[in-house]
């Protein structure tokens, strides 16, 4: 027979698989008598059966999901350096030769920026790309992807709320350099807004 969660040849009777470690619940209708096809649901199983739900995931490192983090980051403050010389622009013209006036305005418009431009990029980047090829600009480039509890795309709405409770923590001091962290000792990898909507980031190796 086959386990249900990662698809190794085990023993009949087996109790744990010795490929993954998942365990096998006794004369559970989900041990086929042949690996399980993509689409097995692993986990409805062994939540059926009582067991805790760990899906058996290749996930990504620390490193690489920082790597990618910053490679998105970057991107962000093109985008405020962008907004920065347009509303900067614009906001000196109009001010004409009341420079004191202009400053003033400028050094209110610039809190803004930053949150502004996150949402913008963020919306495109970690919004549309995750949830229509799996992984943002940065996460392509070190071939990771993001995927829910069966390996699945997120829709769109699950994309944003993640978005959306990652940019939430960042109004909280040292929050998201602790989310940020968190994978390190996370047994899933997971980062705080990962478990917030139940995603995982794994490895992509093919990019596609």
């Known amino acids: 027979m086959f386990c249900p969660s990662c698809g190794a040849q085990i023993q009949d009777g087996s109790a744990f698989c ?23 649901a692993a986990p409805a199983v062994f939540a059926a059966a009582g067991y805790p739900v760990a899906p058996a995931m290749d996930y990504a490192t620390w490193a690489n999901r920082a790597i990618g983090y910053l490679v998105d980051a970057v991107l962000v403050g093109v985008v405020v350096a962008v907004l920065y010389l347009v509303l900067g622009g614009l906001l000196a013209s109009l001010a004409g030769s009341v420079s004191q006036d202009a400053g003033v305005t400028m050094c209110c418009v610039s809190l803004l920026l930053f949150p502004l431009a996150t949402l913008l990029v963020g919306l495109y980047n970690r919004v549309y790309l995750v949830s229509q090829r799996g992984y943002s600009i940065g996460q392509g480039l070190v071939k990771v992807k993001v995927v829910d509890a069966n390996g699945q795309l997120l829709t769109q709405g699950t994309a944003l709320i993640r978005l959306l409770v990652q940019a939430g923590m960042g109004l909280l001091p040292f929050l998201p350099l602790l989310d940020l962290l968190w994978p390190l000792w996370d047994e899933r990898r997971q980062t705080l807004h990962d478990k917030a909507v139940g995603c995982y980031v794994i490895n992509n190796p093919q990019g596609a």
């Open 18 to 40: 010795p490929g993954c470690g998942a365990m096998i619940p006794a004369g559970s209708a989900a041990v086929q008598t042949g690996p399980p096809g993509p689409s097995a």
